[in-house]
């Protein structure tokens, strides 16, 4: 079925669930992010412009109303021609408040980004200024926001960081999370131990209390999990048996207790393709080392391993966990491809890749997923988690 890029969401007889391709006037999106709404609208933002890295990248948002069968046009939330704005993740605390966190970075040079904010209090149709959030340089987010039985807020981020005259390629990135006791106002960290090459964060909590996290693999070998029992003191995060092609992953905890998660079912032992590194593209930025996260003793993997860019990214994959994410024994392709990501260039439209996917269930039981489309929009899909199990 060839792909109309309306926001319509439309039966896809062939694979049995409902689809739409959210609309777009940029040649490249990416990195989608969802949220149910408390009034039951589902939003979605991501960033959007002519190619990840560069200055013209911002942060959209498009809208589900809920009762509605077509996702609106997006709008435009982020405005720095000078940085490129990546990563939105959105959460609304319980006062309503609805909250957009995204990276801002110089060209080409992720160790340099920190993160900003904004915020509604009409359903995200208004919003107030931009402000910073985390300012030291290499932070980057990726999933959303825990509220702790406290009220305390606990956001995942990763360290992006560099040795004195490198460039970075994530060989030293490791993971963290910011604690906040004041709703936002200041924040704590705690590094997630032994945590090099792991990354994007995905916290869930299960049903006996248990925090669940799940990581993305710079070394392009499998996924990660790690536990908690107050999300904030997390185990050494150990590799499970599905694969990751260092290309990221969300899970969410549906309303019976079990874990779903998205993600491309594919590792570098699967291909050959690679290349030397995610912005090998587009010229850097010239930036001084106090822009930028420099550290003379940088995060080392302590089997000497380095990241791995270029393994396809596809098939899109869904799968199901009954016991907190230790094993998967349902997996369901949504989409296959041949996932090519050698290039990011979306202007030629040279970009084949099935990615970065977000999952959410809402309150009626339906589960909803978005992703990259080849980088030229962001597909939407709708199904239940009987598709998922084949039944």
Not at 13 to 21: I, L, P
Not at 310 to 324: H, W, Y
Request: with cysteine; hydrophobic share 30%; net charge negative.
């Amino acid at each position: 079925m060839e792909a109309t890029f309306d926001g319509i969401i439309r039966e896809n007889k062939q694979a049995d669930y409902q689809e739409a391709f959210i609309p777009s006037e940029n040649p490249q999106n990416h990195a989608s992010n969802l949220l149910e709404l408390s009034n039951g609208d589902i939003l979605c933002v991501w960033f959007s412009g002519t190619q990840e890295g560069v200055s013209d990248i911002s942060v959209f948002m498009s809208r589900l109303n809920k009762g509605e069968s077509a996702w609106s046009r997006p709008v435009q939330l982020s405005f720095d021609t000078t940085r490129s704005e990546q990563n939105p993740v959105l959460f609304e605390d319980p006062d309503g408040t609805l909250w957009l966190m995204y990276t801002a970075q110089k060209a080409g040079n992720q160790d340099t980004a920190f993160v900003r904010y904004r915020k509604s209090t009409d359903k995200g149709y208004t919003w107030s200024d931009i402000q910073p959030l985390i300012e030291e340089p290499g932070t980057f987010i990726r999933q959303p926001i825990t509220i702790l039985p406290n009220g305390d807020w606990v956001l995942p981020i990763f360290r992006c960081a560099v040795q004195p005259g490198e460039k970075w390629v994530g060989d030293h990135d490791t993971s963290a999370i910011k604690v906040s006791h004041d709703k936002g106002k200041t924040w704590d960290e705690v590094t997630v131990p032994r945590s090099v090459g792991c990354v994007h964060m995905c916290i869930n909590v299960l049903n006996d209390g248990t925090y669940v996290a799940l990581y993305r693999s710079r070394w392009a070998d499998h996924i990660y999990r790690s536990e908690s029992k107050d999300c904030i003191h997390w185990t050494d995060p150990v590799t499970l048996s599905l694969p990751n092609n260092n290309s990221s992953i969300q899970a969410t905890r549906l309303h019976n207790g079990n874990l779903a998660m998205v993600f491309n079912n594919i590792n570098a032992d699967d291909s050959e393709e690679r290349r030397a590194s995610l912005y090998d593209e587009i010229e850097d930025d010239v930036v001084r080392d106090d822009e930028r996260r420099v550290l003379s003793n940088v995060p080392q993997d302590p089997k000497g391993r380095k990241a791995v860019w270029g393994i396809p990214r596809a098939p899109m994959t869904i799968a199901v966990s009954e016991d907190g994410g230790k094993t998967w024994p349902y997996i369901r392709n949504l989409q296959e491809g041949d996932g090519s990501c050698l290039s990011n260039n979306s202007v030629e439209k040279k970009n084949r890749e099935l990615s970065y996917p977000s999952i959410k269930q809402s309150k009626d039981g339906k589960i909803h997923v978005t992703y990259t489309y080849y980088r030229q929009t962001i597909k939407y899909i709708c199904l239940t988690e009987d598709w998922i199990k084949g039944k």
